[in-house]
């Protein structure tokens, strides 16, 4: 396993179901859900654990796809 440091300033790439789309709207009804022609929507990475971190826990229904896409920048 490689680490590399990661900026929570960084970006994230996730797809959302509907439970990730709900709460995404709760928050704030302006936000802005454009998804990528891959389906993806992206945030900085601290905003996508605001929005989502308390969704999160063992047994929970994940309000996204479990599979992420995290942006590493070329060194």
Request: hydrophobic share 40%; aromatic share 12%.
């Amino acid at each position: 396993m490689i680490f590399k440091k990661h900026n929570l300033n960084n970006r994230i790439k996730f797809k959302l179901n509907e439970k990730g789309i709900e709460i995404i709207k709760a928050d704030n009804p302006l936000h802005d859900l454009t998804e990528d022609e891959n389906g993806y929507v992206t945030l900085q990475v601290w905003e996508f654990m605001r929005l989502f971190g308390n969704y999160m826990y063992l047994g929970g229904a994940m309000p996204f796809d479990s599979q992420v896409l995290i942006e590493i920048p070329e060194e």
